[in-house]
């Protein structure tokens, strides 16, 4: 099965980077939120974001970091940045490659990032208390 991230990432198939370097490149999205949408990916081919080394995990956000910070000098219309990186079918990735959206954002925009209904139900403190151990006990 073959990865459009990859093709890109190999020169087989274009893109418009704005950064490449040994660990990572940024292009833009083909199908932008608005204009000045950025997708960061690791050059290793990872499917979820723990497959990545912490080197590569690192570098990925400081990269996006300079993107943000690009995107809010270039002229471009950018009051504020979404980062958003969809881990897993369930959350919403449609690539399975790894990659980090950097989204300029800007009020009335038409976009939206909505939570569900059960966010605005405060989780009593001793089901926080378990789910926190439960992960805890997963930390590496």
Not at 34 to 52: C, K, M
Not at 85 to 109: N, S, T
Not at 118 to 139: Q, W
Request: proline share 5%.
């Amino acid at each position: 099965m073959t990865c459009i991230f990859c093709d890109i990432l190999s020169g087989s198939a274009p893109a418009s980077f704005v950064h490449q370097d040994d660990l990572c490149a940024a292009f833009m999205d083909i199908r932008p939120i608005n204009p000045g949408h950025i997708l960061v990916v690791p050059r290793a081919h990872a499917v979820w974001l723990s497959e990545l080394d912490s080197e590569s995990t690192g570098h990925l956000f400081q990269v996006a970091q300079q993107v943000d910070s690009a995107l809010r000098s270039s002229g471009l219309r950018c009051e504020g940045v979404n980062l958003f990186l969809a881990d897993g079918r369930a959350a919403g990735q449609e690539v399975m490659h790894v990659h980090l959206h950097v989204i300029p954002r800007y009020k009335g925009d038409g976009h939206h990032l909505r939570f569900s209904p059960a966010y605005f139900t405060r989780t009593p403190e001793a089901e926080l208390a378990v789910n926190a151990g439960l992960i805890r006990s997963r930390m590496k």
